[in-house]
C-alpha cells in the first residue's frame, strides 16, 4: 500500500527529494499573492507593514500537509495560550521557516536522506540548528512548546499570556511609531529633491533666456 505523501511535512521529505522540493516551491509561490494581499491591508489599516512568516509546525495538529503565513505582532485575540504562542514562535524551533526547509534541498545526499529519515545518529554531522531540530522526535519537538513565555523580539520573560501580549503591543506600537516617522522623512527628502529639481529647471529656463536675450542684442 503507498504511504501517505503529503500527510505532513516530514512524510513528505521522505518522498522522493526532487519532486518533494517541487511541492515546497509551489506552496512557496502560491503565497507569495497572499503576503502582498496581507501587507496591502496593513497599510490600509495600520499604516505600515511589519514581519510576515511562512512556515510548518514540527509536529501539525491536522492533517493534511500545510503551510501557515503569519504576522510577526502575536497581538491578535486568537493567541490565547501558551502552546500555541510557542508554536509560532520564531526562534524557539518547533515553527520551521520556509527558507530553512528549503534549505535542506540544497545539502547532498546523506545530508537529505538523515534530514528525512529521522536518523539521529547523523545529528552531529550539521551545523545549522533549523536541520538539527528536523531530525529529532516528536517527543521532543513538543517539548518546546512546554517552554517559558518570552518576547520573541527582546528575549525578556513573560509570567502568562496577558502580560506578554501587553508586551508585544508595545513593541509592535514602537515598530510602528519607527516605520511611520521614516516614512515621513522619506517623504520630506523626496519633497526637497522634487523642490531642488524644480528650481535648478527655472534656472536653467532664466540662464537660457539670458543667453538668448544677450545674442538678439549682439545682432543689433
Same mark, same amino acid.
Given at each position: 500500500?503507498?504511504?501517505?505523501?503529503? =500527510?505532513?511535512?516530514?512524510? @513528505?521529505?521522505?518522498?522522493?527529494?526532487?519532486?518533494?522540493?517541487?511541492?515546497?516551491?509551489?506552496?512557496?509561490?502560491?503565497?507569495?499573492?497572499?503576503?502582498?494581499?496581507?501587507?496591502?491591508?496593513?497599510?490600509?489599516?495600520?499604516?505600515?507593514?511589519?514581519?510576515?512568516?511562512?512556515?510548518?509546525?514540527?509536529?501539525?495538529?491536522?492533517?493534511?500537509?500545510?503551510?501557515?503565513?503569519?504576522?510577526?505582532?502575536?497581538?491578535?485575540?486568537?493567541? *490565547?495560550?501558551?502552546?500555541? +504562542?510557542?508554536?509560532?514562535?520564531? *526562534?524557539? #524551533?518547533?515553527?520551521?521557516?520556509?527558507?530553512?526547509? @528549503?534549505?535542506?534541498? &540544497? #545539502?547532498?545526499?546523506?545530508? +537529505?536522506?538523515?534530514?528525512?529519515?529521522?536518523?539521529?545518529?547523523?545529528?552531529?554531522? @550539521?551545523?545549522?540548528?533549523? !536541520?538539527?531540530?528536523?531530525?529529532?522526535?516528536?517527543?521532543?519537538?513538543?517539548?518546546?512548546? *512546554? &517552554?517559558?513565555?518570552? /518576547?520573541? =523580539? /527582546? *528575549?525578556?520573560?513573560? !509570567?502568562?499570556?496577558?502580560?506578554?501580549?501587553?508586551?508585544?503591543?508595545?513593541?509592535? !506600537?514602537?515598530?510602528? &511609531?519607527?516605520?511611520?516617522?521614516?516614512?515621513?522623512?522619506? =517623504?520630506?527628502?523626496?519633497?526637497?529633491?522634487?523642490?531642488?529639481?524644480?528650481?535648478?529647471? !527655472?534656472?536653467?529656463?532664466?540662464?537660457?533666456?539670458?543667453?538668448? #536675450?544677450?545674442?538678439? &542684442?549682439?545682432?543689433?
Amino acid at each position: 500500500m503507498e504511504s501517505a505523501k503529503y =500527510r505532513n511535512l516530514r512524510s @513528505l521529505l521522505q518522498w522522493d527529494r526532487e519532486r518533494a522540493k517541487a511541492t515546497v516551491l509551489r506552496l512557496q509561490q502560491d503565497s507569495k499573492q497572499i503576503i502582498e494581499d496581507i501587507e496591502d491591508e496593513m497599510i490600509r489599516l495600520h499604516g505600515f507593514k511589519w514581519k510576515i512568516w511562512t512556515g510548518f509546525h514540527a509536529v501539525p495538529s491536522m492533517e493534511h500537509l500545510h503551510m501557515h503565513i503569519i504576522s510577526s505582532d502575536f497581538i491578535s485575540p486568537s493567541l *490565547k495560550n501558551k502552546k500555541h +504562542y510557542n508554536s509560532f514562535h520564531p *526562534k524557539l #524551533g518547533f515553527f520551521l521557516h520556509l527558507h530553512d526547509v @528549503l534549505e535542506w534541498f &540544497e #545539502g547532498d545526499d546523506e545530508v +537529505y536522506q538523515s534530514v528525512s529519515s529521522n536518523q539521529s545518529e547523523a545529528l552531529t554531522r @550539521l551545523t545549522c540548528v533549523s !536541520k538539527q531540530m528536523s531530525r529529532l522526535p516528536s517527543s521532543e519537538y513538543e517539548r518546546l512548546l *512546554k &517552554e517559558d513565555l518570552s /518576547c520573541w =523580539r /527582546c *528575549k525578556v520573560s513573560q !509570567k502568562n499570556i496577558p502580560t506578554l501580549k501587553a508586551h508585544l503591543e508595545v513593541e509592535w !506600537k514602537r515598530e510602528q &511609531e519607527k516605520a511611520i516617522l521614516h516614512q515621513k522623512r522619506k =517623504r520630506v527628502e523626496e519633497d526637497e529633491e522634487d523642490q531642488d529639481g524644480e528650481d535648478k529647471e !527655472k534656472d536653467d529656463d532664466t540662464a537660457k533666456k539670458q543667453r538668448v #536675450g544677450g545674442e538678439e &542684442e549682439g545682432d543689433h
